[in-house]
């Protein structure tokens, strides 16, 4: 090189995922690209007056880190939400949401988010009488954490016009009681869309998720300018996590658009997918504004590649969906999409060169899944697809090998795992077989089948620390049997967190390595991770983070 780097980082223990040199002490980085990688003493020699010099003093320093399954609108609004992670019982409860409505005198709708299952105790639901003793004179609804239920008090179901009931999708569920009035549980995007609209953000943070859609009317300036402002706090939370790529998984043009917006701003600190998001209710002709985002957002910074659909919910509201009847039940779950409808949206996705990914939790789910991609590659032959399965939660053993079959990538959260040391342990026991858990969250068996896997954390539905996630990966809770160990190596969750989520992207040939020429996407964290012990990974942090060789965290 000629010129002198305008950054270098000394000192360090490189994990480059480079196999020419999988193992570095210093890197230089310039014009937004890798200069060069290689001992401390070859890259401090490259140092001119004006470089600067970083000292990683010992520890890790990885390709940055992309998380490939995040929710970047509605995890950056609901930073200033009341969270209720932890809080459990009616009087906890009580205290904090009070709190939080004295602190929000002008929301139409007293919102917090994280409240667990069991907020009120085990094996109890929650009901709007519940939630009227807990605000009575303002309208309160609370998010679950997998964001697939809302529960409501009585003000807020009848702001949203649903106390009697009201319209949904596929797969949605207003909960009724005997008495032909609405319980206060809303089950899927369908049902609480009604309650999320009258939100401080006008429902604006999950409109991708539950329509597809743009908002309507399109927001005036106040309310553009907030959302942008909410999503560039968002960035600068995931930057300091190390994070300096992000795979959205809901989107629409209005998204697109306001990240386009952030990035002429400079203020774009991660580089960032938006997909198109296809529901079960849609026309295939809808498929023609894929391919208008796919025109309109095509930089290093935005784009759009993929299609996003659902073809289920989740397991802890029995809307995941199954080969059989939930524990004591009758019922298999909530299909979103039926298997004809599904299947010619992944043929016709597939045939224009998009990539898909797939929210689907329960065995059923996954079947039909593969079953769409099969469809796919036998209408338009095979092809260097990608197409992802998002969670992956209850598997049957007859479909672990078609995931390798179909090249299929396997797109998986440890967080979310009862082993995970986030959610509650015992949280599926009640919803499961006994012989569905050896292949439930079975991430080792999965990689291990020869499939890709590819890990993030679902943000909002855990937080987007990326170590947690780690840790849950490499150090799970010890489940007795019949749950079995599926621990990760830190190398391969480390790999699945950088070179493989810029693989699944597209991109394995311009950044998720350390090597010269690729994009100048770096993390240095505080701690040398390799010598920590396993289950205290989740306390190393990035110290500092790179973005296309600019500084976007620093500790």
């Not at 998720?512 to 205290?536: I, K, N, Q, T, Y």
Request: hydrophobic share 40%.
């Amino acid at each position: 090189m000629t010129d002198a780097p305008d950054l270098v980082i000394l000192n360090g223990r490189l994990i480059t995922f480079d196999d020419a040199m999988p193992r570095a002490e210093a890197i230089a980085l310039s014009g937004g690209t890798i200069a060069a990688v290689g001992s401390t003493a070859e890259i401090r020699g490259l140092a001119g007056p004006a470089t600067r010099v970083f000292d990683a003093q010992g520890k890790t320093v990885l390709p940055g880190f992309i998380d490939s399954h995040v929710h970047l609108f509605g995890g950056s609004v609901e930073l200033d939400y009341l969270n209720l992670y932890g809080v459990q019982g009616l009087d906890a409860m009580t205290e904090a949401v009070r709190a939080e409505a004295a602190r929000r005198p002008e929301d139409r709708v007293v919102f917090a988010v994280m409240a667990s299952y069991d907020i009120l105790g085990t094996g109890r639901g929650v009901t709007r009488q519940d939630l009227d003793a807990v605000l009575p004179d303002r309208p309160f609804a609370m998010f679950a954490p997998d964001h697939h239920t809302i529960w409501a008090n009585t003000k807020a179901l009848e702001l949203g016009g649903i106390l009697r009931g009201g319209e949904t999708d596929s797969g949605s569920t207003i909960v009724m009681g005997d008495d032909g009035t609405a319980t206060g549980e809303l089950l899927e995007p369908g049902a609480y869309r009604h309650v999320l609209r009258h939100t401080r953000y006008g429902g604006r943070d999950m409109e991708g998720l539950v329509s597809g859609r743009d908002p309507e009317p399109l927001p005036g300036d106040v309310d553009r300018a907030r959302d942008r402002d909410a999503i560039a706090a968002g960035l600068r939370h995931c930057a300091s996590h190390g994070i300096t790529g992000l795979h959205n998984m809901d989107g629409n043009f209005y998204t697109g658009e306001l990240l386009q917006e952030l990035d002429a701003e400079g203020k774009l600190l991660c580089r960032t997918e938006v997909p198109f998001h296809l529901k079960g209710f849609d026309s295939l002709d809808r498929l023609d504004e894929a391919a208008e985002m796919r025109r309109r957002f095509d930089s290093d910074k935005v784009w759009c590649r993929r299609v996003k659909m659902f073809m289920d919910g989740v397991v802890e509201s029995r809307t995941a969906l199954m080969l059989r009847p939930y524990t004591g039940t009758d019922h298999v779950g909530d299909p979103v999409f039926t298997p004809e409808d599904f299947n010619q949206a992944c043929i016709r996705a597939d045939a224009m060169g998009m990539q898909i990914a797939t929210h689907a939790i329960g065995d059923l789910a996954i079947r039909r899944t593969l079953d769409g991609y099969e469809a796919a590659r036998k209408a338009n032959g095979a092809r260097d697809s990608r197409h992802r399965v998002e969670h992956i939660e209850v598997l049957h053993p007859d479909d672990l090998p078609r995931f390798a079959a179909l090249d299929v990538v396997a797109s998986i959260q440890p967080g979310h795992s009862p082993r995970g040391h986030i959610f509650p342990a015992d949280g599926m026991e009640a919803v499961m077989h006994r012989d569905q858990m050896p292949m439930a969250f079975a991430w080792q068996t999965i990689r291990d089948s020869g499939a890709r896997v590819c890990f993030s954390t679902d943000w909002p539905v855990i937080q987007v620390d990326v170590m947690d996630s780690v840790k849950a990966a490499v150090a799970p809770l010890d489940l007795p049997e019949p749950w079995t160990d599926q621990r990760q190596t830190l190398m391969d969750t480390l790999r699945s967190y950088t070179a493989d989520n810029a693989w699944v992207e597209f991109s394995e040939d311009r950044k998720g390595r350390l090597r010269a020429g690729m994009m100048a996407d770096v993390v240095v964290m505080d701690h040398d991770l390799e010598s920590m012990a396993p289950e205290a990974l989740n306390t190393a942090r990035a110290a500092l983070t790179v973005m296309g060789g600019a500084v976007t965290w620093e500790a």
